[in-house]
């Protein structure tokens, strides 16, 4: 499996299926894209993430119906998602969705199976974020509850990294911006995501991570 990154902004997710798998795939979507789950019921964590739930600015949207599978294909032209969640408990509803979302060339996640698939139908990852930084696991499908428990131990190791993300590429375009040689900015920038120092800076605050990384930039630079 080859992972890919997309950009949902603006776009639409359709989830077919409201249970503890709809719910979990609309939470991951939801900051992303516009979420619209359609199910004949919800599970209560649908239920209050289409209240707001707190400071979350995204409601989940709750269609109440039961598609048939043939009735499958309507929703989704209507809808226009770029991409389709089957998760529902009818295996035909399910591969229903698969072939509309095919047919219309949109991007399907079809929660029901494992193991190889047609292009366009997609795995959703285990996901750690550190804001810009994205760490996407997959298993190939094998075993989601160990992509799950890697996740939690890549959460703890990459702490920080959002910090030094924006930190190193603000040095990057200052190094750029003054003119210094393709060979030396590369160097330094590839030192300052590599020093102890730094990240024990970015720790204490932005203007200590900055400092650590002056002195980092000034060693590469005076040699
Ligand atoms: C990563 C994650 C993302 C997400 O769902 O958002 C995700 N599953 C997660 C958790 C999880 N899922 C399951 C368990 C119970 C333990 C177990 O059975 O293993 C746990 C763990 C738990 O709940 O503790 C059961 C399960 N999952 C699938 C099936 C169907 C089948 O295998 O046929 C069944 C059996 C149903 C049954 O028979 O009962 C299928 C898929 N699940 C995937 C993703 C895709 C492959 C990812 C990969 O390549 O690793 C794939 C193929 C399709 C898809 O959904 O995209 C999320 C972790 C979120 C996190 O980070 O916390
Ligand atoms: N990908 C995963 O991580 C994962 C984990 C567990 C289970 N599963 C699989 O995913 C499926 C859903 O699991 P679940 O635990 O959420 O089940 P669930 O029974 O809790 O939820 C299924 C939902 O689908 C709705 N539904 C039924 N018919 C529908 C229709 N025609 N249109 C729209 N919605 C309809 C039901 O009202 C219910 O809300 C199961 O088939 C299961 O095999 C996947």
Redesign the pocket.
Known sequence: MTPLYHDLSGETVLV??????????ARGFDEAARVVV??????ERLLSLADGDGDRDAAVELVR?????SD?ADWIDRLDPALAVA?????A??AAVESAALDGGILVNR??V?GGRDPGSVV?PATVEDDPVTVALSTGGTS?ALAKALRERIEAEIEGAGEMAALSGAIREELKADGVAPEKRREAVRRVVRSRGVWKGLQKGRSYGRQEADTVIEEVLDR
Do not use: H, I, M, Y
């Open positions: 077919f299926g409201g249970g503890s798998v709809g719910a979990r795939k359609v199910s004949p019921a919800f599970d119906a039961a598609p048939e599978a499958v998760a529902t408990d009818d295996a509803v399910n929660t029901d494992s959703v989601p």
